[in-house]
């Protein structure tokens, strides 16, 4: 069981016991001899003179520098920590769960996770078996079971925070299946800096029966931190070319005082505008820029706090503004009212820009020269032009239908193969909410980093029902748990269902202030423009399209993250990564910018039984708490601090001992012989 | 003090307990002398020894007429009186005596010692002085008068043992100063090579002195008995030694044994008398070995 010492500096009186053993050697002859009548005789005797240099009574010794060591102990006011540790946990694997989110990369977290990791390492038996296993918005095992601590180590010091938000489930998932496979229960430790943003990402997969599961908090308390959350960038044409309004969110928790900070917005590399604001000990400050002018082409933008706190990852921000390339949206409608909202959202903005043509039926001609086609409550054709509508999505190009009353009646035709959903029937219910936003697709970008769900307003009467298929994706569900929006690729080109209305005969969506960036980011997404996002959330996928031949990523650092078989990239660091094609070259084919997710710049903290709460313990599963790294409150070690008194109590017996082992046999005689000197007298 | 008997106040361990050495050196005698038969040497005599021839200086009141009308030569009658001796007894101060691990150091057991045997010789009719084995000259010395008793004991219970003695040397000083001779009695550690101590002894009993020499040990001294390692210093040059007992004992036993046994053989072949003693040994021994020396004529063996 692990223990510390309240007052540890009286630990340097341990440097007497050095005392008895120097007085023995040293001393020895300075203290009163014993007189003898001559040496005459004595000194013709061959004696070991280095005697003198050895401990001649051991046992004395040993019991009186024990007693000397506890009385120091004593002093020092030991305690023991009543948590377990892993060594008294079990004789199974034990299994490191360590925290790679952004938010550890906090220089404080990070000693406290070197010292926490040391710890644990002296403190594991050295035949223990130990895997590692690291985390954040997905895990990874960093080392396999083993007993070389030499392994450990490693892995351990390449446990570097990344740029992605924590999501727990992820890691303990990992190490639920490591442990699952062993034959005798095991000990989950799971080292994590307790951010209370991640609260809502907690939960602990069921865990093998037995499995002692324990939460290292390695630091407590609120931290100061300041980061740029979030970046909206408005690109709007003039005569004199493109220009965009720009506004940062700057995001501060934990402070003790207001501070002064520069935010500083530079494009494609050249300092664009500067911005000196008070930030508040908590809280959100939108800052605007001056406009700033962007290039025809993709653009990069870079936000920075000018005075770097304690997590330096999250005071920079990048995004990427698409070229300005205007989108041609073909809207189906089959009557002349409908869509009218749609065409009005999509006409609005630019960058890029979208063109809209209404048609009431789709033709080949149309289709021909568009890239988005926009079924406004219309079925889509089958037969021929059906074919070349599937031919038209393989090729790159986008569907959107928006279901409403027309499609979802019996046979109303919304049965098209590419869809990723069909429509079965309609659903009435007065107050439907929408709920669950998939934030990180980028026809849903838009909403991203706003601190309220701007969807979660939006009031429903009616909508369709849809049934996913095709391997299509929920993006946006009602409160009833029913898809509002699926999308799926296919081929080159994207496919969508909206079952929210876009009509005010069944909600309120079309007056609400999400539904212009709703219907541009599904219509732009579609299109294939938004296919690579202004900017990625850290453990967010990168699509690639299917066109190209050979992609190469080249990451910030340079690194060349890997493209699998799906033609998808998970980069896992901040900031611009670049797509070539056959080799990294000058001028990438697309660039995609990456920052941790918003939550990671809140370092507040949960107490660990927040994380614990939810894991069952009628299987035997034990939880608990480590404290490396956490001190324990005063009051509480106060509490666990009594051995003291027991240290006493024995150092007592042992001095006792001590007089009455000196006191027998030969001690006592040596110590009780008295050398009779006359003097004078007699 | 309670009444005990005299023969008892021969146990070192009664003797301890008396301070006043006249009183008790007479007690010590008075006890054993109880407890022996009375004999002619032990009480003042003055019958007739032997003739001998008149030699020019001697008191002519002493001449023999009758013999000399007989044999027309001068002769002289000697008397048993006129056997009575002068006895020397010398006593080592050196700070080697002031050691005692039981009720009496070896200083005060040789002091007990030397009051009894002068009590005892003045008892039978000798003459009793006294000589300190100590320091660079012999200064202190009482010589030997019928009168002397009191000044030797008191001389005796002023002593303080200090310093080293060589008794080797110092005896051989004594044996070219003193001019009369007799009967020397020394009781000392004998602290000095056994060589050097017949030398001494040899140069007194080349001048005609007769030695009786008493070895006095502490029995922690003789047996070496210690247990625990400890550093021993000595009395006499306050040199230091630390000695693990255990591993020496044997070495050191032997060592004494030697010493003894070759006191014993150059002192006691010599002619001189030896007796080794501790301080845990009634005094009737001691004082068995000084009638018997005494039961010798002065000068003869």
């Not at chain 2, 003090?1 to 008790?24: C, T």
Request: some cysteine; proline content about 7%; overall charge neutral.
């Amino acid at each position: 069981m692990p223990f510390g010492f309240l007052v540890p500096v009286l630990l340097a009186a341990l440097g007497a016991l050095a005392a008895p053993l120097l007085i023995h050697l040293r001393q020895r002859d300075r203290r009163r001899p014993r007189a003898f009548p001559s040496l005459m005789f004595l000194a013709r005797v061959p004696i070991q003179t280095d005697r003198r240099k050895r401990i001649t009574d051991w046992p004395l010794l040993l019991i009186r520098a024990l007693a000397l060591a506890l009385l120091v102990a004593a002093f020092a006011r030991p305690y023991l920590r009543r948590s377990v540790s892993p060594e008294g946990a079990s004789a199974g694997l034990t299994v490191l769960v360590v925290d790679r989110s952004q938010s550890m990369a906090d220089s404080a977290v990070q000693a406290a996770l070197a010292d926490s990791v040391a710890a644990l390492l002296r403190e594991i038996p050295g035949g223990g078996r130990i895997a590692v296993v690291g985390y954040a918005i997905s895990a990874e095992l960093l080392a396999a079971p083993t007993t070389d601590r030499a392994i450990i180590g490693t892995a351990l010091a390449a446990a570097k925070p990344g740029a992605a938000a924590t999501r727990h489930v992820a890691g303990l998932r990992a190490a639920a299946d490591l442990l699952g496979a062993e034959p005798i229960p095991g000990t989950l430790l799971l080292l994590t800096d307790m951010q209370a943003a991640a609260i809502g990402a907690a939960g602990v997969p069921s865990l093998p029966p037995g499995t002692r599961f324990r939460v290292m908090p390695l630091v407590s308390g609120p931290r100061d931190n300041a980061a740029v959350r979030g970046l909206e960038v408005r690109p709007f044409g003039t005569p004199a070319g493109r220009r965009a309004a720009v506004a940062a969110e700057i995001f501060r928790a934990g402070g003790l005082a207001e501070r002064s900070t520069t935010i500083t917005l530079t494009v494609d590399g050249r300092v664009a505008s500067s911005v000196e604001r008070i930030l508040p000990t908590e809280g959100t400050v939108r800052v605007t820029f001056d406009t700033v002018a962007l290039p025809r082409t993709t653009a990069r933008l870079v936000v920075r706090l000018d005075e770097p706190d304690r997590l330096p990852a999250d005071d920079v921000f990048h995004a990427v503004v698409a070229a300005d390339e205007a989108i041609r949206v073909l809207l189906v409608a089959a009557s002349p009212d409908a869509g009218r909202f749609v065409e009005r959202a999509l006409s609005i903005g630019r960058a890029p820009a979208v063109v809209v043509e209404r048609v009431r039926s789709l033709d080949a001609a149309a289709l021909a020269r568009s890239a988005v086609v926009w079924f406004q409550d219309s079925p889509p054709p089958d037969g021929t032009l059906g074919e070349a509508l599937n031919q038209f999505v393989e090729a790159g190009g986008g569907v959107v239908m928006a279901a409403g009353s027309l499609v979802s009646r019996p046979g109303g035709g919304a049965a098209l193969d590419l869809l990723p959903a069909v429509v079965r029937g309609e659903a009435e219910r007065d107050g439907t909410t929408l709920g669950e936003p998939a934030l990180s697709h980028p026809a849903l970008a838009a909403f991203r980093g706003t601190t309220l769900d701007p969807l979660a307003t939006v009031r429903v009467r009616r909508h369709p029902r849809l049934e996913p298929r095709n391997g299509g994706r929920t993006l946006l569900r009602f409160d009833d748990g029913s898809a509002a929006l699926v999308t799926s690729s296919i081929g080159a080109g994207r496919t969508a269902v909206i079952a929210v209305p876009l009509e005010l005969d069944g909600g309120d969506f079309p007056v609400q202030a999400s539904f212009l960036p709703f219907v541009r980011g599904v219509a732009i997404w579609a299109g294939g423009l938004a296919a690579q996002p202004t900017a990625l959330d850290g453990g967010d996928v990168w699509r690639l399209s299917a066109s190209l031949v050979q992609p190469v990523v080249r990451s910030p650092s340079g690194d060349r993250p890997e493209v699998n078989d799906g033609l998808v990239v998970l980069p896992a660091e901040a900031g611009f990564h670049e797509l070539f094609e056959g080799s990294a070259g000058t001028v990438p084919v697309a660039v995609v910018a990456l920052n941790a997710p918003g939550g990671e710049a809140d370092l507040g903290t949960m107490l660990p039984e927040e994380l614990l709460l939810g894991v069952a313990t009628d299987d035997g599963t034990e939880t608990g708490t480590v404290g490396w790294g956490q001190p324990p409150a005063a009051v509480e070690l106060e509490h666990q601090q009594a051995g003291w008194r027991w240290l006493l109590l024995l150092a007592a017996l042992l001095l006792g001992a001590d007089v009455w082992i000196a006191s027998r046999g030969w001690r006592g005689a040596a110590s009780n012989q008295v050398v009779t000197t006359a003097g004078g007298g007699g | 003090m309670n009444r005990v008997a005299p023969s008892a106040l021969l146990d070192p361990a009664v003797l301890a307990g008396i301070d006043d050495l006249a009183l008790l050196s007479r007690m010590i005698v008075d006890g054993f002398v109880s407890g022996t038969h009375r004999s002619r040497q032990t009480g003042l005599s003055l019958d007739f020894a032997q003739h001998r021839v008149y030699q020019p200086g001697d008191d002519l009141r002493r001449i023999d007429w009758r013999l000399y009308g007989r044999t027309d030569k001068f002769f002289l009658k000697t008397y048993e009186a006129e056997t009575n001796a002068d006895v020397l007894v010398a006593l080592d101060v050196s700070a080697s005596m002031d050691f005692g691990s039981g009720a009496l150091t070896k200083f005060r057991y040789a002091r007990i010692l030397l009051a009894a045997l002068a009590w005892l010789a003045r008892r039978q009719g000798d003459r009793v002085g006294f000589v300190p084995l100590g320091g660079a000259d012999l200064a202190g010395i009482i010589p030997p008068a019928s009168r002397h008793l009191p000044l030797v004991l008191e001389a005796l219970s002023r002593l303080v043992p200090e310093g080293s003695v060589a008794l080797g040397e110092a005896l051989a000083r004594l044996a070219r100063m003193a001019g009369r001779t007799g009967i020397l009695v020394v009781v000392s550690d004998c602290y000095d090579d056994a060589s050097a101590i017949q030398h001494g002894v040899g140069a007194l009993q080349a001048r005609g002195w007769d030695v009786v020499l008493f070895h006095v040990l502490d029995p922690a001294e003789r047996d070496f008995d210690y247990e625990a390692p400890d550093t021993f210093a000595d009395l006499e040059t306050a040199a230091r030694l630390a000695v693990d007992p255990g591993e020496v004992r044997a070495a050191y036993n032997a060592a004494i044994d030697n010493h003894i046994t070759a006191l014993r053989t150059l002192v006691g072949d010599g002619g001189a008398d030896y007796l080794p003693l501790t301080t845990d040994q009634p005094l009737d021994g001691a004082l068995r070995q000084w009638l018997e020396r005494r039961h010798r004529p002065v000068g003869g063996r």
